[in-house]
């Protein structure tokens, strides 16, 4: 009997880890909107002075991949007093679009990656111009949790769409009870059923000691 208890307990203290897990690696809209404009400000706050080369790294690497801080400080990024800093334009490449999150401004999570997109109208006039055509920001989950990998052309943007689009109509005639529970698992499981590691260690210590 005691076996079967302490299996038990195993068995519930990592479904409780897998759900807490699951839950860091979920994102939703206003997270990832929050994300991008995070990153646009701090890209824009770039050229407020110059900088030192760490000073930029601490600045842009909570919001961004290291391969899209890269390419970013390889295209903006000016030597000027001993120092960096980076002069924005209507045409600096990989700067978060202008969007205006609003209702137009769309939201997809697939597997460890994350799109927000908006179509934009041809534009010709004002500070920003832009082609028509949906524009995108790619973003990526990784080890430090969620951040801005890519900048999305429409060119790039319209195979994304496309794949995206097959997805929702190939998925099949679910049980929508059993999704609502899957959704609301991870925030009602731990915190009903949650068992201090503590509390834990000292159960199955106890059981231990039944085994010898």
């Known amino acids: 009997m005691k076996k079967i208890t302490g299996l038990f307990i195993i068995a519930l203290f990592m479904i409780i880890i897998n759900l807490e897990v699951k839950a860091e690696e979920s994102l939703n809209k206003g997270q990832a909107i929050t994300l991008v404009q995070n990153t ?34 390889e295209a903006n990024l000016v030597y000027t007093d001993g120092k960096y800093q980076t002069y924005g334009s209507d045409f600096a490449p990989y700067y978060i679009p202008f969007f205006k999150y609003e209702e137009n401004t769309k939201f997809t999570l697939t597997g460890d990656k994350g799109y927000i997109y908006e ?64 959704v609301h698992a991870p925030a009602i499981v731990p915190s009903v059923y949650f068992v201090p590691l503590y509390y834990t260690s000292l159960l199955l210590s106890h059981i231990s000691v039944g085994y010898l």
Request: aromatic content about 12%; overall charge negative; cysteine-free.
């Open 40 to 73: 646009f400000q701090a890209q824009v706050s770039l050229s407020e002075k110059p900088r030192t080369i760490e000073e930029i790294f601490s600045i842009l690497s909570p919001y961004v991949t290291s391969d899209f801080r890269q390419s970013f400080l």
């Open 119 to 182: 179509d934009f109208p041809a534009n010709g006039d004002g500070p920003v111009r832009y082609q028509e055509g949906v524009r995108g920001v790619e973003l990526l989950l990784t080890d430090e949790g969620w951040k801005v990998h890519k900048i999305l052309s429409p060119d790039e943007m319209r195979p994304i769409i496309e794949t995206l689009t097959n997805k929702v109509k190939d998925i099949p005639n679910f049980n929508f009870e059993s999704i609502y529970l899957t």
